[in-house]
């Protein structure tokens, strides 16, 4: 008997925002992994398990339900928004590194709407045109790269989305971001603070670069900032989608 | 009476990978408008006018939409993948520029999952660390533009996602684009040409940077270059969260 393991994407927080195949997924676990406050937008039914962890703990997460999945059960791991974008799949693809035999287990991953869609979805579409994603954390990275990651989206004049501008434990990454971004970018140029996109916290709101300050995001804020051509018509953020 | 005009994602094909609210949307629309072949993608049902137009005419396509939304009707555009992501978002916020009157309307977008994302899960998680989506279509920007951005995404050690990376109308851009690629980054670098997937015409192959040709590409592939520090594990394709 050969186990399975599903590495599903929850989406940002609205229930409306689960693909089918994701809910087919949880239905049929026996047993699901997660960061605790994904664990408990799981569904509870008699017969599932739910092995709630920690936020920093994703390798022994992935490992431990690698070695579940090994026993021959049907375990789903869930991560908020996409599992492949700064989340789970990762950790379990780096858990396989050194058991070829965990690599021979039926592993799938079923993608989710990260958040960067939602908030673009939100404000209109500032992601209408090229644009990258950048993980501000950098408890996994040294901050020199992320600086060399601004400034080359500023050389290429994409659109960017910060994942994780801003956490208690390392509150200055954001604000030396703002500072690189300034240096390189207009000051008139469209940053969208989308908070908690999907969940009754929700709150978007768009201010010229010039006016951002690292304090308007917090651990659950989504960043956009535009390219110089991402404008504003009515209510709305976009970015054409012709240069010419 | 105001109308309401929706712009929703159908995903890359799958329909376990539309999300509920959009099946929501579909459902309560008295005319939906897009693409043929997305068209083709929505349920028939009695009371609801399906109005498909050609590729080449988005513009045109929002007008239409948005002055039906105006009558007061119930409007729906689909898209396939993301709508925000090189897709019909753009030109609905276009098409309001000079339109104030359209812009009082309630206009709502509703992500989908995007091609690069049921791609990257497909392979793996070749996007868990920080990447960038270039459009690689030259129609709507020069190829200058386009070479600029693969160079700035080379010198920021982005993954790179490539929509749209050749068509019938305009072969050559790829092959510039692999060429440019092969300055800048290492043999063995690995490239997935993921080509409809969701679909029955699902194929997804991984090669080695020296070993990519441009013809392994056409109009239904997502292309994703990792970076230098993508790599495989198996059969699986992905990109470590750490740099250190």
Not at 46 to 74: K, V, W
Request: with cysteine.
């Amino acid at each position: 008997m050969i186990g399975r393991l599903t590495i599903a994407g929850l989406g940002p927080g609205a229930a409306a925002q689960v693909t089918p195949e994701v809910s087919a997924a949880l239905a049929a676990a026996s047993d699901i992994f997660g960061y605790g406050p994904y664990i408990t937008r799981v569904p509870a039914r008699p017969g599932l398990t739910l092995h709630a962890s920690d936020n920093r703990e994703e390798l022994a997460r992935a490992r431990a339900a690698l070695a579940l999945a090994a026993e021959g059960r049907e375990i789903a791991i869930v991560s908020s928004g996409d599992p492949g974008v700064f989340a789970m799949a990762a950790a379990v693809f780096e858990a396989l590194e050194d058991r070829p035999d965990w690599q021979a287990l039926d592993i799938r991953v079923l993608p989710g709407i990260t958040a960067m869609l939602a908030a673009a979805a939100r404000a209109g579409a500032p992601l209408a045109h090229d644009f990258c994603a950048i993980n501000l954390s950098d408890n996994l990275k040294p901050f020199a790269l992320i600086a060399r990651r601004i400034r080359a989206a500023l050389a290429g004049d994409f659109v960017m989305a910060f994942y994780n501008p801003r956490s208690l434990s390392r509150p200055e990454g954001f604000a030396r971001a703002l500072a690189i971004l300034r240096e390189g970018a207009e000051p008139g140029r469209p940053v969208i603070f989308a908070r908690a996109v999907g969940t009754p916290d929700e709150r978007v709101e768009t201010v010229p670069l010039a006016e951002a300050r690292a304090d308007m995001a917090d651990m659950r804020t989504l960043v956009i900032v535009g390219s110089s051509t991402t404008r504003r018509v009515g209510r709305f953020v976009y970015t054409p989608r012709a240069v010419r």
